[in-house]
Nanobody, 123 residues
Framework: QVQLVESGGGPVQPVRSLRLSCAASGSISRIFNMGWYRQAPVKQRELVAAIARGGTANYADSVKGRFTISRDNAKNTVYLQMNSLNPEDTAVYYC?????????????????WGQGTQVTVSS
């Protein structure tokens, strides 16, 4: 299967920056779209940014111009550079990957999630 491990979260002051990383490992055949979602308390999980294998990216309106998603296909890693953070960005950030895993003699495509990393923006 495929495992996703996020890193880079933590407490940060408003207007500061953080960079999240998510590394995929396991029996990976191919990774298609990768993305970042977030979930704040008492809110639904929402898409923050996503990036296709070829590099095309899309963003939630709330983060356009402040966040940048990128990926390194050779390392099976996706990044989220977050600038000009504000308290409304406080949430657990989850990495997501649409990937094909090698399972025995078969190839299986599935949607995978990381365990999440907390980002807290506060003065």
């Amino acid at each position: 299967q495929v495992q996703l491990v996020e890193s880079g979260g933590g407490p940060v002051q408003p207007v500061r920056s953080l960079r999240l990383s998510c590394a995929a490992s396991g029996s990976i055949s191919r990774i298609f779209n990768m993305g970042w979602y977030r979930q704040a308390p008492v809110k639904q999980r929402e898409l923050v940014a996503a990036i296709a294998r070829g590099g095309t990216a899309n963003y939630a309106d709330s983060v356009k111009g402040r966040f940048t998603i990128s990926r390194d296909n050779a390392k099976n890693t996706v990044y989220l550079q977050m600038n000009s953070l504000n308290p409304e960005d406080t949430a657990v950030y989850y990495c997501n990957a649409d990937a094909i895993a090698v399972v025995g003699d078969a190839f299986r495509r599935n949607n995978y999630w990381g365990q999440g990393t907390q980002v807290t923006v506060s003065s």
